[in-house]
């Protein structure tokens, strides 16, 4: 007995991203994770990874080695499509954030510019209260 497909399945058309040679890469590193996306000048994403993406749990996410990995893995993807120079966004505070930067490079796209753009609060919201452990 062959099933029938579904009718209401959706099927997704997949999304055509036009890849120049010269793009950006955005690494915002939290407490808890590390995200990368290498997008065109126009901010369409070409290729993203994250530490949870690649497998890794709880506080191992937050680790060089993690960063490291997903860089490499998004790198890799947008290299094929033609990607060859960045220029790097880096956010937040995590651990990854040079390591991640740096498998970038190794993995055959050029980093030809790295701009920190973390925010900072000009005396805005009151922090929360100090942590005690």
Known sequence: ??????????????????VESNGEAHVT????NIIISLTNKK?????????????????????PYAAQLAAEDA????????MRKVKVYVKGPGNGRES?????????????????ITPLPHNGCRPPKRRRV
């Open 1 to 18: 007995m062959a099933k029938k497909a579904n009718p209401k399945a959706k099927t997704q058309k997949k999304r055509k991203v036009a």
């Open 29 to 32: 590193a939290s407490f808890n």
């Open 43 to 63: 901010g369409d994403v070409v290729a993203w990874s994250s530490a949870g993406k690649m497998g890794f749990r709880g506080s191992k996410k937050n680790t």
């Open 75 to 82: 790198s890799k993807v947008a290299h094929e499509a033609g």
């Open 100 to 116: 991640a930067i740096r498998s970038i490079h190794n993995s055959g796209i050029e980093v030809t510019e790295i701009i920190d």
